[in-house]
């Protein structure tokens, strides 16, 4: 499935900043991104699982906020970009 990350981590505390980094991590190892607190990532329902698990032990439910969407359909005729898109399709061949 294709799902979009977003997330907000107070980062006003030492311990906010290495939650901010950390929340980072998680989703680069699920997805890209795309704009500095958004990420885009296709994983299957085992993959959302682990990856909910780790955020609920990552973040302040208190402090920071996260959500996740998924794009049902084509990721074409879900997303529409405005300026800049720094979105790869890592699936299709890559010519270097």
């Known amino acids: 499935m294709q799902i979009v990350i977003t997330y907000d981590v107070n980062t006003e505390t030492k311990a906010g900043r290495r939650r901010l980094r950390r929340v980072a991590k998680l989703c680069e190892d699920y997805g890209q991104r795309v704009q500095f607190s958004?990420?885009?990532?296709?994983v299957n329902e085992m993959q959302m699982d682990a990856m909910l698990a780790a955020f609920e032990e990552?973040?302040?439910?208190?402090?920071?906020?996260?959500?996740?969407y998924r794009l049902h359909g084509q990721r074409s005729g879900a997303v529409h970009t405005l300026g800049k898109d720094s979105y790869r399709d890592f699936s299709a061949p890559m010519i270097i």
């Open 38 to 42: 958004v990420f885009e990532c296709s």
């Open 58 to 68: 990552e973040i302040n439910a208190e402090l920071d906020s996260l959500r996740i």
